[in-house]
């Protein structure tokens, strides 16, 4: 299974691949389901998860029915359990909106959420990261997750978020990350996809995010919290939830 999906996630662009996802959900939510995992997005059940990652796939990664992965279950529960989302009336920008939150937040009654992205086939607004068509100052809050590792001009994309993000406001922007390289590590020289698969662990990143990340986005006037779930949940709902036993959520705020 783990070789399947390998496959053809080198295979198949990413926008065709989300496209697919929705017809195959269903079945994945049925073959797969038993009580030794939750997804807590859905409340659903599973003997096992799917495996997925472009390099080794990682077991257990992808949940079968939201197809969340590790980082989108821990942002899940960090806004249900750490924040007003669910509750407060919030205008939301999500660029390259996660499929596993789209329908869910738009169903949200306190929420205006608008979803933009260049490429992706299931956004509201067809819209560059480094021009974006909003006015400053007009969202409470903005997610902006795994997109900037594709953008060579990262500076000029956070500087545009920030721009589009309300005084008061609060994001979250989550990036691949090694947490053992101080330094971001990045080559724009590199453009070949195998050369870019073995350099930044998968075909279209342009760079490894190192822990001066935060700083980056400091450095464009956000202040940044290092949120470590995992020295707030238990071991267990590591496991059950089948968490990353390591990931930072950075969580940004505009002053």
């Known amino acids: 299974m783990k070789q399947i999906f390998k496959f053809f996630l080198n295979l198949i662009p990413r926008p065709i691949l989300i496209k697919f996802s929705y017809f195959f959900a269903p079945f994945f939510s049925w073959f797969y389901k038993g009580d030794k995992f939750t997804d807590p997005i859905d409340g659903k059940t599973y003997r096992k998860f799917l495996p997925y990652g472009y390099g080794k796939p990682r077991e257990n990664a992808l949940a079968p029915g939201t197809l969340s992965l590790e980082r989108h279950r821990l942002m899940w529960l960090y806004l249900q ?33 608008i979803t933009s992205d260049l490429y992706s086939p299931i956004v509201d607004v067809k819209a560059d990261i480094l021009n974006l068509p909003f006015n400053d100052n007009e969202f409470d809050v903005v997610f902006c997750n795994h997109v900037l590792e594709h953008i060579e001009n990262d500076a000029k994309a956070m500087s545009e ?23 971001t590590y990045e080559d724009f020289s590199i453009t070949d996809r195998d050369e870019r698969k073995k350099h930044f662990g998968q075909y279209d990143h342009v760079r490894w995010y190192g822990l001066d990340y935060f700083k980056r986005l400091e450095k464009v006037g956000f202040m940044v919290e290092q949120i470590k779930y995992y020295n707030i949940l238990s071991k267990d709902e590591i496991e059950r939830y089948a968490l990353s036993k390591n990931e930072i959520l950075p969580v940004v705020r505009k002053i």
């Open 161 to 183: 978020l920030y721009r589009v993000m309300k005084p008061g406001g609060w994001g979250i922007f989550q990036v691949p990350m090694k947490y053992d390289l101080e330094k």
């Open 81 to 113: 359990k750490d924040t007003v989302f669910f509750t407060d009336k919030l205008k939301v920008l999500s660029i390259a909106p996660e499929q596993c939150f789209l329908k869910r937040f738009k169903a949200l009654k306190n929420l205006d959420y």
